[in-house]
């Protein structure tokens, strides 16, 4: 308390002290800031929709993979928090039942007790101080005894009234145990709701897959698709860059170039297509990395950063790009879920994403791509170790 007061002393003063204008500029900047983020979501969004309609791709099929995707992504978003909330459930729930095993100890224990005491004052007849006074000869010795008898009658009903008291709070325990082992069932069944619809929007997400991957069955067809597709998230990035040319640089005046060979790994996995791999049958090569690991594994930021994108993209799927000053952007695409909005500012290590296969993949896991000025850096020279054992000594540590 005396510490908070202090804190709140020394704010006032240094509010005294500072220019008048100080606090008025502080929130213009602040303001000025929130409407250029604004700006930057509108010119997002515009962006999106420009980008989902050029060259007819909003096709049956495309749309079905969009939407399913979408579905994907909200249900393994909500499944999380309901994981969230079920840890916090069990966590209340065990110290609950501490509490009431606990105060069944303490009524044992009082039981016990009085048992005795009844017991004895039982055996003692109902006439214990006529008793008492016919069994003492010395005056003196008979007013002490009684002291004591009266004593131990008012100590007897303390610890009875402890004992009703203690009966109440246990009943009251075991209520709230009860509410919260039914609450605890509440969220199980919804997660297995949950979980019911995530199969069935991943079945069609599977067969949308099939009938693409049969459409694709050429190469000139495969080739067309992944031009398409580096087009698409290069027109993309060059307009992301322009947005934010008015917005203050995200990072911690660590400048991600001062990173470069220390970044960990952003998900656990075996990277399964290198930087520069050869894609289909043409000569279009791997701008990025593709790492197979678990479907919903976490995936991390790799600095700090701003989220400047974080939506569907065809080629890419659930797509999310984080800026992080100087140039440089980080790009997580095929993801199964996002879990942060464009303008969120994140941790290096903050969980922002769940691996996937979205955008019509095969295979599971994440699609990375570092990028300088919108052209793409080789991530390997980026990162330390390889990413499961990256991944692993970072275990317990984000």
């Known amino acids: 308390m005396h510490l908070r007061a202090g804190l709140l002393a020394a704010a006032c003063l240094l509010l005294q002290l500072a220019p008048p204008d100080a606090a008025a500029a502080g929130n213009a900047q602040i303001a000025q800031e929130t409407e250029k983020l604004q700006q930057l979501r509108a010119r997002i969004k515009a962006l999106t929709d420009e980008l989902t309609s ?10 079905r993979l969009e939407q399913t995707d979408r579905s994907i992504g909200r249900i393994t978003a909500e499944l999380r928090k309901l994981d969230v909330r079920e840890a916090e459930a069990r966590q209340e729930l065990s110290r609950l039942e501490a509490s009431r095993d606990s105060a069944r100890t303490r009524l044992e224990q009082m039981h016990g007790t009085l048992v005795r005491e009844l017991r004895a004052a039982y055996r003692n ?23 004591y008898q009266g004593y131990f009658t008012r100590a007897r009903s ?23 082992q039914a609450a605890l069932g509440e969220l199980r069944a919804e ?17 949308i897959v099939a009938q693409l991957k049969r459409r694709l069955a050429s190469g000139t067809a495969e080739l067309g698709k992944l031009e398409a597709d580096a087009e698409r998230v290069n027109k993309l990035l060059v307009a992301l ?25 952003p998900v656990a996995g075996r990277i399964s297509m290198g930087y520069g791999a050869q894609l ?3 000569k279009m090569r791997a701008r990025g990395v593709h790492i197979t690991t678990a479907a919903g594994a976490d995936v991390h930021a790799i600095a700090r950063g701003r989220v400047v994108f974080a939506d569907w993209l065809r080629g890419f799927g659930l797509l999310l790009i984080l800026d992080h000053g100087d140039g440089y952007m980080s790009l997580y695409g095929e993801n199964s879920s996002l879990y942060k909005d464009v303008g969120a500012k994140v941790g290096a290590g903050e969980v922002v994403a769940a691996a996937g296969s979205s955008g019509g993949q095969q295979r599971t896991g994440l699609y990375l791509e570092l ?23 970072r275990a317990g540590g984000d």
């Open 54 to 63: 050029v060259r007819g791709e909003h096709d049956a099929e495309q749309a």
């Open 241 to 265: 860059q322009q947005a934010l040319r008015d917005l203050p640089a995200p990072g911690d005046n660590r400048p991600l170039a001062k990173l470069k060979g220390k970044l960990a790994w």
């Open 371 to 393: 990028r300088k000025d919108g052209q793409p850096l080789d991530p390997g020279s980026w990162f330390k170790g390889r990413p499961l054992a990256q991944q692993a000594s």
């Open 158 to 180: 303390r610890r009875m009234d402890e004992f009703r008291t203690t009966l109440e709070q246990l009943q009251d325990a075991e209520r709230v145990v009860r509410e919260q």
């Open 191 to 207: 997660r297995e709701r949950q979980i019911a619809g995530l199969d069935a929007e991943k079945a069609q997400q599977a067969d």
């Open 125 to 147: 007849g109902r006439q214990e101080r006529i008793k008492l006074l016919l069994n003492q000869e010395d005056p003196a010795q008979v007013g002490r005894m009684l002291i």
């Open 280 to 282: 289909g049958a043409g």
